[in-house]
């Protein structure tokens, strides 16, 4: 049972020598995603990668007996000096990462169901 201080992802504030610690808006930012391993990470910083948007995405795990990812987003700074805040390329990767499973749990589903019917013939 987890406890009500229990948080899955932490957004860790970028430290911008001002004495303001900055999350939103942060065109760089660190996340710690707790319980998940390689197979996340490497998913997510798969489709991440796949912005246009994105300068920088990597993820390391500490340690193998902790089941933590450190993840690291950067994105890109245009021409005009703005810049994709990091918290929005993350959240856009995970809508693209569970789109992209939905479609690959449909196809599976599809190919067993056509090769049970098959067996059936």
Same mark, same amino acid.
């Given at each position: 049972?987890? *406890? !009500?201080? =229990? $948080? /899955?992802? @932490?957004?860790?504030? $970028?430290?911008?020598? &001002? #004495?303001? /610690?900055? &999350? %939103?808006?942060?065109?760089?930012?660190?996340? +710690?995603?707790?319980?998940?391993?390689?197979?996340?990470?490497?998913?997510?910083? =798969? $489709?991440?990668? /796949? #912005?246009?948007? $994105?300068?920088?995405?990597?993820?390391?795990?500490?340690?193998? *007996?902790?089941?933590? +990812? !450190?993840?690291?987003? @950067?994105?890109?700074?245009?021409?005009? *000096?703005?810049? &994709?805040?990091? +918290?929005?390329?993350?959240? @856009?990767?995970? %809508?693209?990462l569970k789109q992209m499973c939905?479609? %690959?749990?449909?196809?599976y589903e599809e190919t067993t /169901? &056509?090769?049970?019917?098959?067996?059936?013939?």
């Amino acid at each position: 049972m987890q *406890s !009500n201080d =229990y $948080v /899955k992802l @932490q957004v860790c504030p $970028v430290d911008d020598n &001002t #004495n303001a /610690k900055l &999350t %939103v808006g942060a065109p760089n930012l660190s996340f +710690i995603i707790r319980d998940e391993d390689h197979t996340l990470g490497n998913s997510l910083r =798969y $489709v991440i990668m /796949k #912005n246009p948007d $994105v300068d920088f995405c990597g993820y390391t795990i500490p340690h193998p *007996s902790e089941s933590k +990812i !450190n993840f690291r987003i @950067q994105s890109k700074i245009n021409n005009d *000096s703005t810049s &994709t805040p990091a +918290i929005d390329i993350f959240r @856009q990767g995970l %809508v693209d990462l569970k789109q992209m499973c939905s479609i %690959v749990l449909e196809k599976y589903e599809e190919t067993t /169901k &056509t090769f049970k019917d098959m067996e059936t013939n």
